[in-house]
């Protein structure tokens, strides 16, 4: 029913595929997964299935409560319908609780729950490490318009408010996580995936990582972690 057309675009997790409609693009989720900018490389077994499935639940619920996004169906386990996007080149990351970068870069302890939620922006450069960038950099440089920025800054604090309620129902704390938006019809819309891959998602009971951080740290378990992820939305 739905036919790949040629590869249009392979990332570190991903395979984009045109189709016989302009306007949809076919994501087919890999189980490679890399770290520290592709320096680390290993396989999560069935992580492109957990990632494919768990991106679809939180992308239909996003559109259910008015973040448009480019989620349009479910093919398969591996393999979503989306609509074709023009990537803007930004990560867009929410803070919730410190750790990984921030806590790093500012010498501070994991863990600690901030007064608000926190809003950063890399620049999404391969070569360069995805650099810290902020608002002004972004208009200033053209990789985003000022009312894009507006626009990409209420998205992704009204999908922090939601995700967070949607977690915390499933014992899991947000404590941050990238998204990534695309122009579409004149609109910004939310594009990428949203995974325990691009989330850092801690057990609220005992702080346990179920995450790609398992990965990263060689922690061991990662897969355990990824299913279980999925299996707690999914009850
Ligand atoms: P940090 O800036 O602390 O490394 O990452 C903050 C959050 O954004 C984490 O949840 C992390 O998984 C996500 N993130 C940041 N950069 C990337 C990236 O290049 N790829 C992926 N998959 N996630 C990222």
Not at 45 to 74: C, D, R, T
Request: proline share 2%.
């Amino acid at each position: 029913m739905y036919k790949k057309l040629e590869m249009f675009y392979e990332g570190k997790a991903k395979r984009v595929y045109k189709t016989v409609v302009d306007q949809e693009y076919i994501v087919s989720y890999k189980d490679d997964a890399t770290a520290f900018n592709g320096e680390k490389r290993g396989t999560i077994l069935n992580k492109g299935e957990v990632n494919n499935q768990m991106s679809a639940m939180i992308f239909k619920l996003l559109q259910e409560l008015g973040v448009e996004n480019h989620f349009i169906a479910l093919i398969n386990e591996r393999e979503m319908l989306v609509k074709a996007v023009e990537i803007i080149p930004l990560e867009v990351i929410v803070r919730n609780i410190t750790a990984g970068a921030m806590a790093k870069r500012l010498g501070l302890e994991e863990g600690i729950r901030m007064k608000f939620p926190v809003l950063e922006f890399s620049y999404k450069n391969d070569q360069l490490s995805d650099p810290f960038i902020n608002d002004d950099y972004a208009v200033a440089l053209n990789i985003a318009s000022q009312w894009e920025i507006q626009c990409i800054r209420n998205m992704a604090l009204k999908t922090n408010e939601i995700l967070r309620e949607f977690f915390i129902e499933k014992n899991i704390l947000l404590v941050d996580f990238k998204l990534e938006f695309g122009r579409y019809e004149n609109r910004i819309i939310l594009a990428d995936e949203i995974s325990p891959d691009t989330c850092r998602l801690w057990d609220a009971t005992n702080n346990e990582k179920l995450d790609k951080d398992r990965f990263r740290r060689d922690l061991g378990k990662v897969e355990e972690a990824y299913q279980e992820v999925l299996n707690r939305l999914k009850a």
